[in-house]
């Protein structure tokens, strides 16, 4: 399991395993099938599905539906490739669903100690390049 620390920190509510901390967050103004999501820029602990092609309400999209390493329950998506160029920014973040996460007080990290730690793959769009 990967920790990195910061002052808040974002879980999983199923099995409160940690996700990400809210200094990845790029922004709160998503919307996933259960309502309010965020998107961030990295998450850890996390699985990958296949890709796959999604029309979403900000047009087509390659997604891969993210869940929890532990508990396996399904909290969101992350972006593979975006359609339109003014939806690049999304491509290789991850998108959580606020319904199935929580946010806790964290800890700090000012010397950078956990730098050390396995980072989150970072996706490179190959498709339609």
Known sequence: MIIKGGSRIVTCRCCKTYLTNRSELISHRFQGAT?????????????????????????????????????HKKLGWMYEFAMEESQRYKEARVILEKALIDEEDGFTDPVGALETHEQPPRFSSTFYS
């Open 35 to 71: 309502g309010r999501a965020y998107l961030f820029d990295r998450a850890w602990n996390l699985d990958y599905s296949d890709a796959q092609h999604r029309d979403m309400m900000t047009g087509k999209h390659i997604v891969r539906d993210v869940t929890c390493k532990v508990c």
